[in-house]
């Protein structure tokens, strides 16, 4: 048997547990020393560790914690290629769940570090390569670093893009331009990359562009007044006047969209980058083409390309173009709208007016194709004072109206030669535009193209009549239809107005007679020429007095008369004396003889009132 060991320590070898045997310095010594081996942790925040083991469902990974991590196989399916000592990043959920298990999570990791790669991307405007997932309203999904960020449509090019499938499931090279931290959007651009890239080439254009220089270019966009067109970095625009030398109406009608066409620089503006161009400009003017014939009396044959308020545009030939003004489209005198007589697509021959080769200009007409009627060798027997004609009214004026009879031959029908009866302060009262009208030649000018008709001159004066019916002292009913400051308006038989003076409309009563009261008048005053008849009502019960009577007098025999009657006496005939016999017999023979006429006066007016009415 061997012996013990003089200083050994049963105690030590007999101790319960484990680690049982250790003293507590021993095992406080022995804690700190594998505590120096582990790494010290935080919740939640990213951290490297080393794939230890991998299987079906779960992947084992050492962050160098006092225990490993799991995290589930599916956080890994972006890594088919995965083995034990690969590095990745993980992120710290929980250092000790319910079971004392360190939990991981590779997905949150990815998510943590992609916002905080968005967010340095953003502070210094580095580029990122981005994959575009799908299309969307407005624009596309593109995935950066695991987040999906959304790429405007206005942000894909410099120029408009219309159809943005082409890009999905295709790599872009991208920048963040926004970053929305309450709603977790990102906004990226692809338009920014091109425009720094065009940028150089936008001042290398400017800088060497001048008037003149011809270009090609692409048309990026299209509207209806012209196309901009892609100079390579530099936009210009073609207006739709610069594109052909013939009239169109809109640019798709001679171009379409990406076609690559042919411009010269017109005009540009280097501080607002601004170009003018034109297309038109590198092919000859049309009008150098016009036949040499042409000239002012010539026929010519076109298309009516442009109806406008004052006249229609005739096109020649393509950019060769003659204004047809409305006054030359009818004799007519009177203007109407050109679209009366044409229409846009109308083909027709026209009369060369004016010509200027230089100015390129050219006014042409169409009434020129007819003859004026005004030269006309049956004009003068046609409207021979005297004859009848119906017309239409084109025009009112203060003073009468225009009638026109036939095409470019108007007459004017004074607004006193309207009625016998009626007095007619404006032809509105009588017709009105576009009405017939009857009337009878006045007065013909052939020269000065001037016809003056009558339409009251169809019917006999019945002033010639009123005289024998309305006979001083004579009675007849009348309505009052207005007053004045001097004069009553009072309603006559057979369609006639006469005057009352203010005091003579005073009844037996002493009152005043008002409007619309119909009473009896005594004819005071009757003027043929002036077609006036003054009349009274206090007279129907009171007797004139004698300045009353040598008015009625003075009105029965107008001075005219009086010469006329000296001027047929022989000067060195005396008068002989009259008897009052004779006075007696030639006063009952003279009112014998007026009763007579003014019965047959009344006979005559009921007979046209009744035809009228008929």
């Given at each position: 048997m061997s012996k013990q060991p003089k200083d050994f320590d049963w105690d030590?070898?007999?101790?319960?547990?484990?680690?049982?045997?250790?003293?507590?310095?021993?095992?406080e010594k022995m804690e700190a020393a594998i505590e120096a081996t582990l790494n010290s942790v935080t919740e939640k925040e990213v951290v490297k560790g080393i794939v230890v083991s991998k299987t079906d469902r779960e992947v084992i990974i050492n962050i160098g914690f006092k225990s490993d991590g799991l995290?589930?196989?599916s956080e890994f399916r972006d890594m088919p290629d995965l083995k034990a000592g690969d590095e990745v990043e993980v992120y710290i959920e929980n250092q000790e769940d319910a079971n004392g298990q360190l939990t991981l999570s590779r997905k949150l990791a990815k998510v943590m570090g992609a916002w905080t790669n968005?967010?340095?991307?953003?502070?210094?405007?580095?580029?990122?390569?981005?994959?575009?997932k799908r299309r969307t309203k407005g624009g596309l999904i593109v995935d950066i670093f695991g987040i999906e960020a959304f790429l405007p449509g206005s942000q894909i090019?410099?120029?408009?893009?219309r159809d943005f499938d082409i890009f999905v499931g295709k790599n872009m090279?991208?920048?963040?331009?926004?970053?929305n931290h309450t709603n977790d959007n990102v906004v990226v651009s692809h338009k920014v990359l091109i425009e720094k890239d065009l940028e150089a080439q936008r001042q290398t254009i400017l800088t060497n562009l001048d008037k003149g220089q011809v270009l090609e270019g692409v048309i990026k966009n299209m509207t209806n007044f012209g196309v901009f067109i892609d100079l390579g970095g530099v936009d210009g625009l073609l207006h739709i006047t610069d594109i052909s030398w013939g009239r169109i109406n809109h640019p798709q009608e001679v171009l379409k969209l990406d076609q690559k066409i042919q411009v010269v620089v017109l005009d540009f503006d280097e501080n607002k980058k601004r170009i003018s161009l034109g297309m038109k400009q590198l092919q000859a003017h049309p009008w150098e083409a016009l036949a040499a014939g042409t000239e002012v009396g010539s026929k010519v044959k076109g298309k009516i390309v442009n109806v406008a308020d004052y006249g229609a545009f005739l096109e020649v030939l393509p950019g060769v173009e003659g204004l047809i003004h409305v006054s030359e489209m009818s004799w007519s005198q009177h203007l109407r709208n050109p679209q009366d007589f044409l229409k846009v697509g109308d083909e027709m021959e026209a009369v060369v007016l004016t010509l200027d080769r230089a100015e390129r200009k050219m006014s042409l007409g169409i009434k020129q194709l007819t003859e004026d009627p005004w030269t006309k060798t049956d004009?003068?027997?046609?409207?021979?004072?005297?004859?009848?004609?119906?017309?239409?009214?084109?025009?009112?004026?203060?003073?009468?109206l225009f009638l026109e009879l036939e095409e470019g031959i108007d007459g004017l029908v004074h607004v006193s030669d309207l009625s016998w009866t009626k007095k007619i302060k404006h032809p509105s009262e009588f017709v009105k535009v576009g009405d017939s009208l009857d009337v009878?030649?006045?007065?013909?000018?052939?020269?000065?193209?001037?016809?003056?008709?009558?339409?009251?001159?169809?019917?006999?004066?019945?002033?010639?009549?009123?005289?024998?019916?309305?006979?001083?002292?004579?009675?007849?009913?009348?309505?009052i239809i207005s007053k004045n400051e001097k004069f009553g308006v009072l309603e006559l038989p057979y369609g006639i107005e006469g005057l009352a003076p203010l005091k003579q409309l005073t009844k037996a009563d002493e009152t005043v007679a008002e409007v619309g009261e119909a009473l009896d008048f005594v004819?005071?005053?009757?003027?043929?020429?002036?077609?006036?008849?003054?009349?009274?009502?206090?007279?129907?019960?009171?007797?004139?007095?004698?300045?009353?009577?040598?008015?009625?007098?003075?009105?029965?025999?107008?001075?005219?008369?009086?010469a006329a009657k000296s001027a047929d006496k022989p000067a060195n005939v005396t008068a002989e004396k009259s008897t009052m016999g004779d006075i007696g017999a030639l006063s009952a023979l003279k009112e014998q003889m007026e009763g007579a006429e003014r019965e047959q006066a009344i006979k005559k007016l009921e007979k046209k009132s009744s035809k009228k009415a008929e």
């Open positions: 030590l070898v007999e101790g319960k547990g484990f680690g049982g045997n250790y003293t507590t310095e021993q095992k995290v589930s196989a968005i967010e340095k991307a953003l502070e210094e405007d580095t580029i990122i390569n981005g994959f575009v090019d410099v120029k408009p893009i090279e991208v920048k963040v331009v926004k970053i004009l003068l027997a046609k409207y021979a004072i005297g004859t009848k004609h119906k017309g239409t009214v084109r025009n009112l004026t203060n003073f009468g009878v030649v006045i007065e013909l000018d052939a020269d000065n193209r001037r016809l003056a008709l009558g339409h009251k001159q169809l019917e006999e004066n019945p002033w010639d009549t009123f005289e024998s019916v309305f006979t001083l002292g004579s009675t007849h009913k009348a309505t004819v005071t005053e009757f003027h043929k020429e002036e077609r006036k008849i003054i009349l009274s009502h206090t007279r129907t019960f009171t007797a004139a007095t004698a300045e009353e009577v040598a008015a009625d007098a003075a009105a029965a025999k107008p001075e005219k008369k009086k």
